[in-house]
Structures are given as C-alpha cells and as structure tokens.
C-alpha cells in the first residue's frame, strides 16, 4: 500500500525539520540530543498523525484538552512510549482531565493555575506530576497568555516556595509581527537566572533562530503536518 499523496508528505516533511536541526544544532555547536522536537499535532486526525509516529516521531504537542481527550487516548494505547505535550491554555476546570492526558505542561502562566495545580497534585499522591514549564509572554502582548517578563521571576519563586511545585523550564510565543530572536534571547536570559534549562521555543518559522539561542524543545506543526 502506498500512502496517499499528503500523508506521503508528512514523513518527507518530518524528515526535513530532522535534518533542519541537526544542521541548526551543528551550525550551534550544540549536541543534536539537547534538542526535542515536539511535533504539534493540532487540528489533524489520527489518519495524519499515523504516518509520524511510524515514522518514529514520539513527541506531541496539543493545544487543546478536549480536542486531545477524543484524538490521544486510542493512540497512546498502540503507542505507549508517546509523549503528550500540552502547549495551550490550561484553564482551571479542565485541569483533572489535563493531568490525565500530558505529560508536559508549557502554559503555566497564572497564580491561579499555580496553585490548582498543587492542589489537585496532593489529591493523588501516587500520581507522576506533569512537568511543567511557566509560560512568558514576552512581547506583553494583552491578548496573549503567559506572565509579563518583569512578573516572571516572582511567578517562579511562588510557584516553588508557596505551592511545591517542580519548574523545568520556560516557554514563549513571540509576538508574530517581530522578529523572534530578541524574545528569544530573553526568555534564555530569564531561565538563566532562574536556574532553570529548559526553553521551549521556536516553531516552523523560526526553529533554526530557537536553535542558535538555546532552545530544548522545538515545536514544530505546519511544517511537519501542512497547513490547518
Ligand atoms: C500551533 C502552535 C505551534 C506550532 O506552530 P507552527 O507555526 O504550525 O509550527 C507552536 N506553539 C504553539 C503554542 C502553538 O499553538
């Protein structure tokens, strides 16, 4: 059986962002295995999914709870080494079924959130937690999620001290009518000082631009999967 031509498509183009990046990571001087490449999934079904997971691709990103509660489930049954990756808003009444379904969590953004999620932890002590990336909104963009940079760094002390929880690493979507490289740079700086090395940023834009400034996790939809 020979695949139809846009699934065909897919595994050419995931090859491509492979070989984009160990270019991006050489040109970097950075070890190819520092850099995770999230595959972001959203809007498309299993029959487009398929072929990349075949394909080897484990990591997935999702930016919807319910979206990925109907697509997920049956394919992490076949798949049990896949790796889910929540790169939306989280709001606080979808948060058990998130924490049900991701692995990663990139959009911890809000006090609120911070301390739900501590407490629906403690709920479950048996359970693995998520691990969790506070999201920067860098640009201060009022439509966009994330904290302000100047809040960030007492955002990350209260998640730490007053809820418990275990920060890995930040997230950003620059603004997309900048150039990305100065947000960026800053999201690194502020994870600097934080001790935290994790970054995940960069997607099918400016990936090789995330690269060069220390990004861990790409990631990467259109690119991969087409248009939505
Ligand atoms: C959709 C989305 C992406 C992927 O965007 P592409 O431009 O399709 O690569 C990355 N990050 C977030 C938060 C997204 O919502």
């Given at each position: 059986m020979?695949l139809?031509?846009?699934?065909a498509?897919?595994?050419?183009?995931?090859?491509?962002?492979?070989?984009n990046?160990a270019?991006a990571?050489?040109?970097a001087?950075?070890?190819?295995?520092?850099?995770?490449l999230?595959?972001?999934?959203?809007t498309?079904?299993p029959?487009?999914?398929?072929?990349?997971?075949?394909?080897?691709?484990?990591?997935?990103?999702?930016?919807?709870?319910?979206e990925?509660?109907?697509?997920?489930?049956?394919?992490?049954?076949r798949?049990?080494?896949?790796?889910?990756?929540?790169i939306?808003?989280?709001?606080?009444n979808?948060?058990r079924?998130?924490?049900?379904?991701f692995?990663?969590?990139?959009?911890?953004?809000r006090?609120s959130?911070?301390?739900a999620l501590?407490?629906?932890?403690?709920?479950d002590?048996?359970r693995?937690?998520?691990?969790?990336l506070?999201?920067?909104?860098?640009?201060?963009?009022?439509?966009?999620?994330?904290?302000?940079?100047?809040?960030?760094?007492?955002?990350?002390?209260?998640c730490?001290?007053?809820?418990?929880?275990?920060?890995?690493?930040?997230?950003c979507?620059?603004?997309?009518?900048?150039?990305?490289?100065?947000?960026?740079?800053?999201?690194?700086?502020?994870?600097?000082?934080?001790?935290?090395d994790?970054?995940?940023?960069?997607?099918?834009?400016?990936?090789?631009t995330?690269?060069?400034?220390?990004?861990?996790?790409?990631?990467?939809g259109?690119?991969?999967?087409?248009?939505?």
């Amino acid at each position: 059986m020979t695949l139809s031509e846009p699934l065909a498509g897919t595994v050419a183009h995931l090859a491509q962002v492979r070989a984009n990046l160990a270019r991006a990571c050489a040109d970097a001087g950075r070890d190819p295995a520092s850099v995770k490449l999230v595959a972001v999934s959203k809007t498309f079904g299993p029959e487009s999914i398929l072929p990349a997971i075949e394909a080897g691709q484990r990591l997935f990103g999702e930016n919807r709870v319910q979206e990925s509660k109907a697509k997920w489930p049956a394919l992490r049954e076949r798949f049990p080494d896949i790796e889910l990756h929540l790169i939306g808003p989280l709001q606080t009444n979808k948060l058990r079924e998130a924490l049900e379904l991701f692995d990663v969590i990139h959009t911890v953004d809000r006090p609120s959130l911070a301390a739900a999620l501590a407490k629906e932890l403690a709920r479950d002590p048996a359970r693995r937690p998520p691990r969790l990336l506070v999201q920067v909104n860098t640009g201060e963009e009022p439509q966009k999620a994330g904290v302000v940079p100047q809040e960030a760094d007492a955002f990350i002390a209260t998640c730490r001290e007053e809820h418990k929880l275990v920060i890995e690493g930040l997230m950003c979507i620059p603004p997309a009518d900048e150039p990305a490289a100065p947000h960026f740079a800053l999201l690194a700086k502020i994870a600097r000082r934080n001790g935290l090395d994790v970054l995940s940023m960069g997607m099918s834009g400016d990936y090789e631009t995330a690269i060069a400034l220390g990004a861990t996790f790409v990631r990467v939809g259109s690119a991969i999967f087409g248009g939505r």
